[in-house]
């Protein structure tokens, strides 16, 4: 178990990872493989999107996206909340941020289920409806603040807490189990376990995940990601790329993600500049692949100018947050940190 001091570091790792996985993996995401080689050849440092870029457009090289600014935004509202989640708020939260996304003229929106979703919610539709049919990645990608605020020790209470922050947005099986799973990692690795010791766990997650929300989607999580995780076996990043996905379905970016992690030996560095490379969702997938990475290494596994370059570019103020969600984790029987 991790003392009060490592358990800070590797709920910082967490956060940081998020943000260092999602900036590499900006100027490449929607493009394929080839079309990534071709733009930037092999993306192993930051880079400024290119020109026109269909979505970064407006970015600079080491500034986060959406994945960054989601996470921060669902760790301001559960400080808000003192662990409580309200539904309206968070819709609330999620449209006025979109709202500012609009007025500094950038592309990284909303995706289009989860718009609706909350408009409905805002007109009047039950939050438990409204989800009901969002597998795509955007729960998962912004879960950490949930896996570090919440010991891992009662699975059942942490895909609970899962579930909530899913409800508007993701109210699925497949959403949820994926969330589940990365949210696991997140809380073992703050706890002090490896990426590797932290799987069995992650699993029972998404098995419990998969029994919440709606019956759409992706029914066995827990499989994709063992195949992600037997495929990466192979050391062979184009092989996870084919055989497990890239797209924005959680089946595949989250799954994609898991083998990543372990390509990359479970050092965030090399994940992010794996999913950098790896074709499509490449900023998710780097965002939700450095978090857990970075849970269980610490803070200290990232290189320390790179991560610099990240925070600069788009002031973030991690501390506040870390220090907060602890204080939450401590609140439901975590250590003290």
Known sequence: ??????????????????????????????????EI????????????????????????????????????????????????????AWAAALLEWEAGVRARGLRDLLGPSSRRALDALMAGTPAEETGRTGTTNGAAMRIAPVGIATPPGAPAR???????????????????????????????GVEGATFEAALPAAMEAARLGATCGAAVGEADMA???????????????????????????SRASVAAAFGVVR???????RAAVIAANIGDDTDTIGAIACAMAGACAGIGAFPAERLARVVAASRLDLDPVVDGLLALRMQQGGEQP
């Open 37 to 88: 080689a071709a733009t930037y050849g092999r993306v192993t440092d930051f880079v400024a999107p290119c020109r026109d870029h269909p979505v970064s457009h407006g970015l600079g090289a080491a500034m986060v996206t959406d994945d960054t600014e989601q996470t921060l935004l669902l760790a301001d509202h559960l400080l808000r909340g003192e662990g409580q989640f309200d539904d309206r």
């Open 223 to 249: 499989g994709r990601i063992a195949l992600a995780l037997e495929v990466a076996l192979r050391g062979d990043e184009a092989a996870l790329a084919a055989e497990i996905g890239t797209s924005v379905a």
């Open 158 to 188: 942490l895909v609970a807490r899962v579930a909530e922050a899913c409800r508007v947005t993701h109210n699925t099986r497949e959403a949820i189990a994926a969330a589940a799973a990365v949210a696991m990692v997140i809380s073992q």
């Open 1 to 34: 178990m991790a003392g009060g001091a490592d358990m800070r570091d590797r709920a910082m790792g967490a956060l940081a990872g998020v943000a260092v996985g999602d900036a590499l993996g900006m100027p490449a995401q929607t493009f394929t493989r080839a």
């Open 263 to 269: 390509l990359a030996a479970g050092d965030p560095w």
